[in-house]
């Protein structure tokens, strides 16, 4: 590759202050914050949320399946760049990454708390510590701020400080705090984003109905196969709710939910229209549903082999590998290794759209 290799989905390990110390006086006290449990090790606990989020898989990059564990892990021993920037400066170069996309952990499990003012107030500190963490490295650290979208009005004056801290894009609550987001109310919304130029993120985990504690049939592991669902479920309601209709230049991104779905998904709901659009209820659509998702919507993955395999059965300009640091999905620090085991039958072009420049053109980098 003759281009610079960008992670679209990366993320920090918020530490333990970043809301505490940033937070509205009057959640001083509620703030999210961090316990050390003998046996469970570091924890941090979010008041209202009946389990405390462990310490054990955020931060396991570059571990053996076989000592992955959720509980036990100290902060102090975790990926140093989580929450410090200039180690993460060593460890983009120890996998062969020269920029990355960020996201928040803890803020992924907050966006279903259900208190919207207690869920707002925590994006605010969040976004606060976040342009401070990507400022040591703007070039390097793009980061996304969010918001609780309790209002039209809200989310909209939301965009505008998340853009004046230098945070290049919104991480977006996967139900937000009236209508569900094909409701044109979000008009408003849609068009602000379009026009600061703020793309839309939704990433797994943070809808109501994809969370890995959710009850799943069978064993534990069958619930793990069900976190994509809430974000194919954002999308259709993207598409077939005709938010693209009425807004053609709104992208959106489909963040960590894998992309060796989308062709079928998009022949799925093409044929939903073509054979039950007269008595199933959708929005009024002039194109065919997979022309809106071709055009609309960006898909991250890490280790999708599949995804690499069917890019021209979808948009591969809108493909965008990542590779989850410092998750415990995360391809860190082999990424370079799978890239070219799973990328090996691609064309220099094609490689330079999946690792650079879909990404860098959605979110204008220099």
Known sequence: MLKPIISADSHITEPPGTYIDRIDRKYKDTAPHVVRDEKKGDLFVI?????????????????????????????????????????????QDRDGVAAEVIYPTVGMLLCNHP??????ACFDAYNLWIAE????????????????????????????????????????????????YDDPIYAPFFEAAVDMQMPLSFHILTSKGDVVAAPARGPKMNGFMSIIRGCQDIMGTFILGAVFERHPKLKVVCVEADAGWVPHYMYRMDHAFDRHRYWLTAGALSKMPSEYFREHIYVTFQDDWVAFKMKDLCNIRRLMWANDFPHSDSTWPNSQALLKQHASHLTEEEKNFILHDNVAELYNLQ
């Open 115 to 120: 208190d919207m003012d207690y869920k707002k």
């Open 47 to 91: 008041d209202g949320l009946n389990q405390p989020i462990p310490m054990g898989l955020v931060a396991a990059a570059g571990q053996k399946a076989e000592d992955l564990k959720m509980f036990g892990a100290k902060f102090e021993d975790l990926h140093r760049g989580g929450w410090d920037p200039e180690a993460r400066m060593a460890e």
């Open 133 to 180: 963490y990507c400022a040591v490295h703007p070039k390097r650290l793009i980061g996304c701020g969010q918001t609780a979208m309790r209002t039209v009005e809200e989310g909209i004056e939301d965009l505008r400080k998340i853009k004046a801290l230098g945070l290049r894009g919104v991480m977006m609550p996967g139900n937000p705090g009236i209508s569900d």
